[in-house]
């Protein structure tokens, strides 16, 4: 489980495919020493677990769902990627519950200047449009974001300087593809809801 709050970028610097999966290694900031074999690690949103570590670099392994439902596809040497590791028990709830469970793929259809923000808009796969609604939230890329309005298929939100500066969202552009999940609880809501309709 994650919050969405962003603690290092770290970058691509191999990624291989071989036996069903993708292997992908990652340069990081972090102390790899006070990370446990096995640990989950937020990769651009992508809960992934560590299973080789180094000083300053780690490796996960990728399934074909993740791979399916994500731009993780699309990595190779050099990528940023956002990364967040995995909350405690008492930690500070800074964002929102983030599972780490991508739903699907958002992409940039606009990027202007909003005072000292930026202001994006997304376009969302319509089956994941219901589940987004304003003032809600979602995780772009890991990154925890209140959405600011909805229209249809399409949503928006807000950056501040600090998330620009310390996240990937800073060299987004329009047609940035961009990993979302879907607010947990909603998820659900909408999963009972399915269930009584067909009951």
């Not at 769902?65 to 967040?84: F, H, K, M, Q, Y």
């Not at 008492?90 to 964002?95: F, I, K, V, Y």
């Not at 259809?109 to 909003?114: A, C, E, H, L, S």
């Not at 298929?153 to 500066?165: E, K, S, Y």
Request: hydrophobic share 40%; charged share 20%.
């Amino acid at each position: 489980m994650f919050t969405g709050i962003i603690t290092d970028v770290g970058k691509v610097e191999e990624a291989r495919h071989g036996d069903g999966l993708l292997t992908v290694t990652i340069a990081t900031a972090y102390d790899t020493a006070k990370i446990a074999l096995g640990a989950s690690i937020g990769c651009s949103g992508v809960c992934l677990t560590a299973v080789t570590l180094e000083p300053g670099r780690f490796t996960v392994e990728v399934s074909s769902e993740s791979l399916a439902r994500s731009t993780i596809g699309d990595w190779c040497p050099g990528t940023r990627v956002n990364l967040e590791q995995a909350m405690r028990l008492g930690d500070e709830m800074g964002g929102h519950l983030v599972q780490g469970h991508v739903d699907g793929v958002a992409r940039v259809t606009g990027r202007q200047p909003d005072g000292e923000s930026v202001r994006f808009a997304f376009d969302v796969p319509a089956a994941l449009a219901p589940f987004i609604a304003p003032k809600g939230a979602v995780a772009l890329d890991g990154v925890s974001l209140t959405v600011n309005e909805v229209d249809g298929h399409r949503f928006g939100v807000n950056i501040i300087p600090h998330t620009l500066a310390h996240t990937t969202f800073g060299e987004a552009r329009s047609g940035t593809r961009m990993n979302l999940e879907i607010d947990l609880i909603a998820r659900y809501v909408g999963r009972l809801l399915d269930a009584r309709g067909a009951a």
